[in-house]
């Protein structure tokens, strides 16, 4: 069988959206760095924020065309993005590269499975599984029910509500973050989040939503209402004030809630 006619693929600065389908061959130039996923290889992933274009555009051409596949891409993107913390944006926007590709679904066609679709469930597991990890989704005082001493119970209740986050529970929320900056998540996942952060309301939890609230503030203010907005903030800084917390939360509370006054005051 003769070899069918490559042909060359130009960078642009936006690609267009990747359907399913068009399997069109490929023949990068020769300077051009080829990155290729068929062994679905860490490596492979990794090197996708110095050779964006020639990733995304082999994607194209990847048989993604079963849920399984999918569910794996998606989770291998998940991972790096969490364990690359300063790659965060890049793999945030190969997402949206991705998050056009949409099949049906082989147990039932009457279903459409999509790698948005896919994204947003692991995001919402993992979100799940790394409060239950920081120890902030365990029901009210389940934690401290053997200890007697009521000395002990305030002592662990307030090192609980002082406590730092894992480098991970962090890095888990500025991809979240920058899927929402990239218009993969929704502002309804956001206020999901925040509300639950809110909810638990201990230092890993605070600690997080002030940084997710850094990232995301000026591009949520777009889509929600400054009434519950302000809701938002007036729970922090009241927690700043009367909440009794370590002087550094404490801080990083109202530096959270300042950054917003100060960008309402800051003339556009």
């Known amino acids: 069988m003769m070899p069918q006619q490559k042909k060359s693929v130009e960078s ?4 267009a959206p990747l359907v399913l389908g068009e399997k069109k061959p490929w023949n990068p130039a020769p300077s051009e760095p080829v990155v290729f996923l068929g062994a679905a290889s860490y490596e492979s992933v990794s090197c996708v924020t110095a050779n964006f274009q020639a990733f995304v555009t082999d994607l194209s051409h990847e048989d993604l065309d079963v849920e399984e596949s999918l569910q794996e891409m998606v989770e291998l993107i998940f991972k790096r993005a969490v364990k690359k913390p300063e790659s965060a944006a890049v793999f945030a926007e190969l997402c949206q590269h991705l998050s056009e590709v949409e099949f049906q679904s082989l147990s039932d066609w009457s279903v459409s499975v999509s790698f948005r679709s896919l994204l947003v469930k692991h995001c919402q597991a993992e979100f ?8 902030i ?3 009210s005082g389940s934690c401290l029910k053997p200890v007697q001493d009521v000395r002990v119970t305030d002592r662990l209740r307030e090192e609980q509500q002082n406590a730092k986050p894992s480098g991970r529970f962090l890095n888990m929320l500025r991809f979240i973050g920058q899927l929402f900056l990239s ?3 929704a502002e309804k996942s956001m206020h999901c989040c925040i509300r639950r952060l ?4 201990d230092g890993p939890s605070l600690e997080g939503l002030c940084q997710l609230l850094q990232m995301i503030q000026q591009d949520l203010e777009v889509v929600t209402s400054k009434e519950v ?3 938002y903030y007036s729970q922090l800084d009241y ?3 009367k909440g009794k917390r370590a002087p550094r939360l404490s801080l990083l509370l109202k530096e959270t809630v300042d950054a917003r006054k100060m960008a309402y005051s800051t003339p556009h």
């Open 137 to 139: 989704h365990q029901e």
């Open 239 to 241: 927690i700043a004030e």
């Open 229 to 231: 907005m302000d809701t």
């Open 183 to 185: 218009k993969v998540l």
């Open 128 to 135: 799940r599984k790394s409060l239950d990890k920081e120890g």
């Open 12 to 15: 642009t600065s936006k690609p």
């Open 198 to 201: 809110l909810q638990k309301g």
